[in-house]
């Protein structure tokens, strides 16, 4: 069974950082892509970052407009993880964020997601 668990959310004030990291367990499957999504209150889950798996521990990534230069994904196919490192955060970062991997044959898999809370 594929599993994904989110850690490192809290409350922070604007401005500050906070890296959020995602494990992956489970056995018999193999990760095409990972990344992160979020939902805010009254709005659609939107992509925040993604990074691809093929050919080596690290691939291309794409970020969100509104996080470029800010955000950082990154992976570490030896542990199945996935981290993103939030600098300069501002209030409408505001947002459940959520890990998803995409496994194939089998599609996309989500974590239950982590509360990222960036006071003014």
């Known amino acids: 069974q594929v599993r994904l668990v989110e850690s490192g959310g809290g409350t922070v004030q604007a401005g500050g950082s906070l890296r959020l990291s995602c494990s992956l367990s489970?056995?018999?499957?193999?990760?095409?892509?990972m990344g992160w999504y979020r939902q805010a209150p009254g709005k659609q889950r939107e992509l925040v970052a993604t990074i691809g798996s093929r050919g080596s521990s690290r691939g291309s990534t794409k970020y969100a407009d509104s996080v470029k230069g800010r955000f950082t994904i990154s992976r570490d196919n030896g542990k199945n993880t996935v981290n993103l490192q939030m600098n300069n955060l501002k209030p409408e970062d505001t947002a459940v964020y959520y890990c998803?991997?995409?496994?194939?044959?089998?599609?996309?898999?989500w974590g239950q997601g982590t509360q990222v809370t960036v006071s003014s």
């Open positions: 998803a991997a995409e496994i194939s044959l089998r599609g996309w898999f």
């Open positions: 489970g056995s018999g499957f193999s990760i095409n892509d």
